[in-house]
């Protein structure tokens, strides 16, 4: 099953009076990944913080799949990646895993989980402990155990965060795959403008602070994203397409004396 998410008016300003989201509508197709684009501060965990529960709205609604958010992620599966991988420490890899899927009542199977750890090139460090992993190697182990649940939903946040090029650009190639063949309805929030690109369906750029919408670009490139894809043309197209976007957004914000 995948999930469509729906805001309404969402709106979030903290207690002291920050106003990270102004009212905002959104619709997130299910079993499509869509790539939250926007400046540091502007908002983007606030609202994907707000998509998993973790956050309440001040104003305005958010539905997922048809029912209220608390309702369906209480039972739909719903994974969240943060930057800041947060893993059990006193748990090995594949005891990290496990208890994801016993949380979610999923049976352990140990070919599966072999097979997400080999997906995210951590074979051989199964029965390790996080900290004995690098950064970036624990970023890919907390990616191997949300993907372990087959979620309805998973939530991404700036995830490649503390993941090297190398090993970035081996995910961005590898994990697609999964949530795609699963139907996972998939939100990623990045900074980075060529990872939007080159993972999602649709990228919706927001301004500065306090976040809306300011440009929702469908990014039609074929899938599976072929191995040549910096290469095309449409690819650049959508880069350029989403950096104009972006100063578009902050153009709008700085005051009229500046511009
Ligand atoms: P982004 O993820 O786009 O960098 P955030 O959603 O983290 O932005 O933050 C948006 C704004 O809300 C920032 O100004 C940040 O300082 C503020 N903010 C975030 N979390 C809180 C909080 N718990 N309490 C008060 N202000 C917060
Ligand atoms: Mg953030």
Same mark, same amino acid.
């Given at each position: 099953?995948?999930?469509?998410?729906?805001?309404?008016?969402?709106?979030?300003?903290?207690?002291?009076?920050?106003?990270?989201?102004?009212?905002?509508?959104?619709?997130?197709?299910?079993?499509? !990944? !869509?790539?939250?684009?926007?400046?540091?501060?502007?908002?983007?965990?606030?609202?994907?913080?707000?998509? =998993?529960?973790?956050?309440?709205?001040?104003?305005?609604?958010?539905?997922?799949?048809?029912?209220?958010?608390?309702?369906?992620?209480?039972?739909?599966?719903?994974?969240?990646?943060?930057?800041?991988?947060?893993?059990?420490?006193?748990?090995?890899?594949?005891?990290? $895993?496990?208890?994801?899927?016993?949380?979610?009542?999923?049976?352990?199977?140990?070919?599966?989980?072999?097979?997400? $750890?080999?997906?995210?090139?951590?074979?051989?460090?199964?029965?390790?402990?996080?900290?004995?992993?690098?950064?970036?190697?624990?970023?890919?182990?907390?990616?191997?155990?949300?993907?372990?649940?087959?979620?309805?939903?998973?939530?991404?946040?700036?995830?490649?965060?503390?993941?090297?090029?190398?090993?970035? =650009?081996?995910?961005?190639?590898?994990?697609?795959?999964?949530?795609?063949?699963?139907? /996972? /309805?998939?939100?990623?929030? /990045?900074?980075?403008? !060529?990872?939007? #690109?080159?993972?999602?369906?649709?990228? #919706?750029? @927001?301004?500065?602070?306090? =976040?809306?919408?300011?440009?929702?670009?469908?990014?039609?490139?074929?899938?599976?994203?072929?191995?040549? @894809?910096?290469?095309?043309?449409?690819?650049?197209?959508?880069?350029?397409?989403?950096?104009?976007? @972006?100063?578009?957004? #902050?153009?709008?914000?700085?005051?009229? =004396?500046?511009?």
């Amino acid at each position: 099953m995948s999930v469509e998410i729906h805001c309404n008016g969402l709106a979030k300003t903290y207690p002291g009076g920050v106003e990270a989201v102004r009212p905002l509508d959104l619709r997130l197709e299910a079993g499509q !990944t !869509t790539a939250l684009v926007g400046p540091s501060g502007c908002g983007k965990s606030t609202l994907l913080r707000m998509m =998993a529960g973790l956050e309440d709205p001040s104003f305005g609604s958010l539905t997922i799949g048809g029912a209220p958010a608390a309702e369906t992620l209480a039972r739909a599966g719903l994974a969240v990646v943060f930057q800041d991988p947060s893993l059990l420490p006193w748990r090995t890899v594949r005891q990290n $895993i496990e208890l994801a899927l016993d949380l979610a009542r999923k049976p352990r199977k140990g070919s599966d989980i072999a097979q997400l $750890i080999h997906l995210v090139g951590l074979d051989g460090f199964a029965d390790t402990r996080p900290a004995a992993l690098s950064g970036g190697m624990r970023q890919r182990a907390a990616m191997a155990r949300a993907l372990s649940t087959n979620p309805d939903l998973l939530l991404m946040d700036e995830p490649f965060g503390a993941v090297d090029e190398l090993t970035r =650009a081996q995910l961005a190639a590898d994990l697609p795959g999964i949530w795609e063949a699963r139907g /996972t /309805t998939t939100v990623l929030v /990045t900074h980075s403008v !060529t990872e939007a #690109v080159t993972l999602s369906d649709r990228i #919706v750029v @927001l301004s500065p602070r306090p =976040a809306t919408v300011v440009a929702d670009l469908a990014i039609d490139l074929p899938r599976p994203r072929p191995s040549n @894809l910096k290469a095309l043309d449409a690819f650049q197209f959508h880069v350029d397409a989403t950096f104009a976007a @972006l100063s578009q957004g #902050v153009a709008k914000t700085l005051p009229k =004396a500046a511009q």
